[in-house]
């Protein structure tokens, strides 16, 4: 079976430039999460959703990010204009049930914006 | 603020000694804590977990203990293997707000020397 797939894998873009990053969730899972990871702070949760509705945004940074998930099987995370501390590894995941249910991570997608 | 804590950001083992990995929490409400284990370029996977009612769970070389009254677990890995070198992540779970979701601790990367 499939795991959770993130898209892309990698991203290098300058400032001010939109970045989409893309995911499919584990088919069956009701529950999507959109992570960030750096080294100060570890893996934060940024947003994530129930049956494609979002419950809880309240770790998006700010307005420059943006989340959508528009069917069962595809999320994206959106950051328009990028900036320099965007700069990080962002995770999806997914679960079946809520936390602390078991959720599965993708691969990441590592970002670098100049 | 952090309110996982994972005070030691790396960790060096011999092979077949204990490897102790250490968390701090801040929320008394937090009432379920997890590990999560991440290679490189891989997305976290689960390790084990710990209901706030137990003070020990146990599954094959990985033991997490609790402690509430320190707001403090840990996770004893014996004998520790050099598969095992990796960033171990500490989350914990708290059902009493608005919404259940997972705070993960900054990680401690764990190498396990042949």
């Known amino acids: 079976d499939a795991g959770v797939i993130q898209s892309p894998r990698h991203e290098v873009t300058e400032m001010g430039q939109e970045v989409t990053l893309r995911c499919k969730p584990i088919?069956?899972?009701?529950?999507l999460f959109w992570y960030r990871q750096t080294m100060m702070r570890g893996l934060e949760l940024l947003i994530y959703?129930?049956?494609?509705?979002?419950?809880?945004d309240s770790g998006m940074p700010e307005d420059r990010f943006s989340a959508k998930m528009p069917n069962a099987s595809f999320s994206t995370l959106k950051i328009q204009p990028s900036e320099p501390r965007d700069s990080a590894v962002y995770f999806c995941?997914?679960?079946?049930?809520?936390?602390?249910?078991?959720?599965?991570f993708g691969p990441g997608t590592r970002l670098l914006v100049l | 603020d952090q309110q996982v804590k994972q005070n030691s950001p790396s960790l060096s083992v011999q092979e077949g000694r204990i490897s102790i990995l250490n968390c701090d929490y801040t929320?008394?409400?937090?009432?379920?804590f997890l590990w999560y284990k991440k290679y490189p370029a891989e997305g976290p996977t689960f390790l084990i977990s710990?209901?706030?009612?137990?003070d020990k769970n146990e599954d094959g070389r990985f033991t997490v203990f609790l402690n509430k009254s320190a707001k403090h677990l840990s996770l004893h890995i014996v004998p520790s293997q050099p598969g095992d070198s990796a960033v171990y992540f500490c989350?914990?779970?708290?059902?009493?707000?608005?919404?259940?979701?997972?705070?993960f601790g900054t990680g401690t990367l764990l190498a396990v020397q042949p």
């Open positions: 989350a914990a779970n708290g059902s009493g707000g608005a919404t259940n979701k997972l705070i």
């Open positions: 710990i209901s706030s009612i137990k």
């Open positions: 959703f129930n049956n494609n509705v979002p419950i809880d």
């Open positions: 088919s069956g899972h009701d529950y």
């Open positions: 929320n008394s409400m937090f009432d379920y």
């Open positions: 995941a997914s679960s079946f049930g809520q936390p602390p249910e078991t959720q599965y």
